[in-house]
């Protein structure tokens, strides 16, 4: 199974795409958001992508600040206050847009309103991707589908009920490409919290292309989820984790996400193809490091062989081990020398 999110094909035997989640650590700064797609892209990675929101649109005036909120901001303000500090308006985000096609990134964003769905598809982005609070929000998902651009859906606090009814929803308004992702709210997410299995479980029951948000403080998760088949990865940027604000501590910093590029595409190099066959330098192997059967001691012409006169030794010169059965009880036709290759032409 495979997709295309712009230029680039994901799914099965390709890449991973993926994706640096600048999110909101920009601080509202344009400057600052330049810097990390600039980050970005010289890191490694497929994608930047940020959230676009109206904050009106999304958060209560007095919605309460989520744990890991609190322990980033000191918890002295509300969601509303938080948000509104770290919003983009269009001019910033065509801005950023342009930039990141001239330095040769894809540009993502999160849109968590109709107004910002609109103003994302106004710029042509390649796909949406909708975060975790949006799971559930079946008008928001077939509204994103009706737009009918490749859709990057994360799932965490759901249950596989949940994600079977979005996905649902989502196809029966339009068949387009999708992909979820596995992930957890928590910033950071334990190892023991992560439970990589569910996202094969949603590949197998959804039969949909999977992938990996990331927000473990290490990378061993992440591998984990390319080996079993992710074809998008997720992961946060800050150019700083001492800056302020809700998701710099739990983000890399540009030499952090380079490694983190690096060793997913060392892993993919490992997992090669799924077809069994010896390497280009293995078959030049063979026959110095395959065995034969040889000959365990002098053989005179015309003796009749038993397990006595045959062993089984390198290079491979001779006939196969497995063809050992049929030699047994032959006459020899010539007189072999010790360790000397036995063929099955020397036998009658």
Known sequence: MQIKIGQKTIGDGKPALIIAEAGVNHNGDLDLAKKLIRAAKEAGA???KFQTFITEEVVTKEAPLVAY????????????????????????????????????IVFLSTPDDRHSVKLLAGLRVPAFKIGSSDLTNIPFLTYVAAHRKPMIL??????????????????????????????STRYPCPLDEVNMRAMVTMRQTCNVLVGYS???????????????????????????????????????????????????????????????QPTPQEKKDIPFIRKSIIARVDIPKGTV???????????????LPKELPLLIGKRVTRAISK?????????R
């Open 46 to 48: 497929d994608v930047i």
């Open 69 to 104: 909120q609190k322990s980033s901001s000191g918890g002295s303000c509300t969601q509303f206050e938080m948000l509104k500090a770290l919003e983009l308006d269009q001019k910033a985000h065509e801005d950023l847009h342009a930039y990141a096609r001239r330095i040769g």
């Open 154 to 183: 994360s799932t965490g606090m759901g249950t596989l009920r949940e994600v079977q009814e979005a996905v649902r929803s989502i196809q029966r308004t339009a068949k387009v490409p999708l992909v979820l992702l596995h992930t």
């Open 214 to 276: 990331d927000h473990t403080a290490g990378v061993s998760a992440a591998m984990a989820a390319v080996s079993l088949g992710a074809c998008v990865i997720e992961k946060h940027l800050t150019l700083d984790r001492r800056l302020p604000g809700p998701d710099h501590k739990a983000s890399y910093e540009p030499d952090e996400f380079k490694v983190f590029v690096q060793l997913i595409r060392e892993i993919e190099t490992c997992l090669g193809s799924a077809c069994k």
């Open 305 to 319: 062989l038993n397990d006595e006169h045959l062993a089984v030794k390198r290079p491979q010169k001779g006939a």
């Open 339 to 347: 360790d000397t290759p036995i063929r099955k032409k020397d036998v």
